[in-house]
């Protein structure tokens, strides 16, 4: 079997058309153009590239966005004060902090200094506990693209099993939290993995869908993959390659070309999961304004 390539570019671009709709509708609407904050702690270059991306698709969608730069050096109560001025500031709708922060910062402080009302990457605990509880305001990106994907792909995971390895509160644990939800688009059976699981490919190869968020380059093999699986390679990893100009190429947490053989559709990387982040977070920031505009509060 050769996999059918599940193609994110194609998927997201749908999604930020329908994004770039909506917001116009919006500002006619109500004269509010929905904006975007986005705050980028030092100037680790792989989190510099993902915020311009964003900062990019806001504005062709016509969501206004602006990145706060604050030095590596910034300590957390500076971090904190800043979020707390875009919590305050009524132009702002959806605030997103760039992570990993800094080793010096608590990152759970951050997030718990958001406004759950803009917290559009859905982190903060208000927004984590009502996805859990089946009533999301804010659906994480990642996740959230995922279930978009495999729905507009045709693989929704109603009645499938779904196995997530890795369980970071980003990728796994809110991705297996959507899907198993009595929704339309989830209604999976859930299994997760992570590094306490005794014999992951045993595990992995029962999956009907798998979803790979570990952060292991090409780590998930054929071998654990069954014949005519799906499979969602969360993935960004950077492995040296002298060919290329800038040194590196990105991989995944799957062995691309290994797996496609076996499985009955694959996501790449790049070009898979990754445009879905960047289109979900669009959806997210509308609904904030929406939501601000209508006086709506959590
Ligand atoms: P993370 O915070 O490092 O978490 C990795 C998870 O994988 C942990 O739960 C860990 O288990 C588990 N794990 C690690 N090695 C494992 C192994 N050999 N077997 C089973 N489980 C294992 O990573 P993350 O933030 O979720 O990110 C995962 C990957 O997705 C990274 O490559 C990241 O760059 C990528 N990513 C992509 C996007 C996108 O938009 N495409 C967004 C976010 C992240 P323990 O809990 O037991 O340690």
């Known amino acids: 079997m050769t996999a059918v390539v599940i193609d994110g570019n194609a998927i997201a671009q749908e999604i930020r058309a329908e994004a770039t709709q909506a917001a116009a509708d919006l500002q006619a609407r109500s004269g509010v153009a929905p904006g975007l904050a986005v705050v980028l702690v030092g100037d680790d270059p792989a989190s ?26 910034t ?9 707390r001025r875009l919590n305050d500031d009524p132009a702002v709708h959806g605030i997103l902090v760039q992570l990993p922060l800094p080793s010096h910062v608590d990152e759970r402080s951050v997030i718990l200094s958001l406004d759950p009302d803009k917290d559009v990457d ?20 990642t996740p959230w693209g995922i279930q978009e994907m495999l729905v507009r792909s045709g693989h929704s995971p109603e009645g499938k099993h779904v ?21 339309t688009g989830a209604n999976a059976t859930l299994t997760m993995c992570h590094t306490g699981t005794a014999d992951l490919a045993a595990v992995t190869r029962t999956a009907d869908i798998l979803v790979v968020a570990i952060g292991r380059a090409e780590a998930v093999t ?23 100009q800038r040194g590196y190429r990105l991989v995944g947490d799957v062995d691309y070309r290994g797996v496609s053989e076996k499985a009955a559709a694959i996501t790449p990387v790049p070009g898979g999961v990754g445009p879905m982040t960047v289109a979900m977070l669009l959806k997210n920031t509308l609904r904030a304004a929406e939501r601000a505009i209508a006086g709506a509060g959590v």
């Open 48 to 73: 510099a590239v993902y915020v311009r991306n964003k900062e990019r698709a806001c504005r062709e969608a016509g969501i206004r966005a602006e990145t706060l730069n604050l030095p590596g050096d």
């Open 75 to 83: 300590s957390q109560n500076e971090i904190i004060a800043a979020v």
């Open 122 to 141: 859905g982190l903060h605990p208000v927004n984590v506990g009502r996805l859990v509880q089946g009533e999301p305001l804010f659906v994480p990106c």
């Open 163 to 183: 196995v997530v390895c890795g369980r970071s509160d980003i990728v796994g644990k809110p991705v297996a939290m959507l899907l198993v939800q009595k929704q």
């Open 222 to 244: 054929a071998d654990m993959v069954s014949e005519g699986a799906v499979v969602i390679d969360v993935g960004i990893n950077r492995v040296d390659d002298a060919t290329r």
